[in-house]
């Protein structure tokens, strides 16, 4: 089964800080890993996925198959970066029934 | 607005009754997602179709809920007989291609709240 842990509900940071949201992963074939952000009163929207290997809004994100994880992270963050952010899985040419995590908030204070 | 579009954005029916949502994806992508999210939770799987195929189906989908996509466009959710359990917001989403990896673009939701 494949499963996505977000251990943290909520991580309140300053602006200006670094910026570490952890996702670690359970999946017995290939992953693909995403990160999808809300910010308030929007729908959910995707941030960034690992094949792309893109940099979004200065967040980025590695998948490290060894310790199944795929954290999000941010150099200095921005007070427009709070919102709830969302890890999630699909399974690369198996499954494709995507898999959230329940979600961590993010608030940014000034 | 050529986004995903989900009607009625709020929902409040009785227990017991049938409620029937409609989502209307962006109009060139050929699969489309239905989730449930409930408070403090990440969206849940129930299904998913390519065209008009309906290619999966969550397992802890109640035989309450059904939905359709009669002519690979817009798509419907229907559940009979609610239950306040029911209560969440449901999310639609629709991406182009044959792969999930395609993005997935999300809908506004509809918000059920079952009394």
């Known amino acids: 089964a494949q499963r996505v842990t977000q251990p943290e509900k909520l991580l309140s940071v300053f602006k200006g800080a670094p910026v570490e949201l952890k996702c670690n992963y359970s999946?017995?074939?290939?992953?693909?890993l995403f990160w999808y952000v809300q910010y308030s009163r929007q729908r959910l929207q995707l941030l960034l996925r690992h094949i792309s290997r893109e940099s979004i809004k200065g967040f980025t994100a590695d998948l490290n198959k060894g310790e199944t994880s795929f954290h999000l992270k941010k150099p200095f963050a921005q007070e427009e970066d709070s919102a709830m952010y969302y890890c999630?899985?699909?399974?690369?040419?198996?499954?494709?029934?995507?898999?959230f995590g329940r979600g961590t908030s993010l608030i940014v204070h000034p | 607005d050529t986004g995903v579009s989900q009607n009625p954005r709020h929902k409040i029916t009785k227990r017991g009754q049938n409620v029937t949502f409609r989502c209307d994806p962006i109009s060139e992508h050929n699969r489309l997602y239905w989730y449930r999210q409930t408070l403090g939770q990440g969206p849940e799987f129930l299904t998913y179709?390519?065209?008009?195929?309906?290619?999966?189906k969550s397992r802890l989908l109640s035989d309450r809920f059904s939905a359709e996509r009669p002519k690979g466009s817009f798509s419907t959710l229907e559940i009979q007989r609610t239950e306040q359990g029911d209560s969440a917001m449901y999310l639609c989403?629709?991406?182009?291609?044959?792969?999930?990896?395609?993005?997935?673009?999300f809908g506004p939701g509809t918000r059920l709240t079952v009394t």
């Open positions: 179709f390519q065209n008009e195929a309906q290619l999966e």
């Open positions: 999630a899985l699909s399974g690369l040419g198996g499954s494709y029934i995507p898999t």
């Open positions: 989403a629709s991406s182009l291609g044959d792969r999930v990896s395609y993005e997935q673009y």
């Open positions: 999946y017995s074939g290939s992953p693909e």
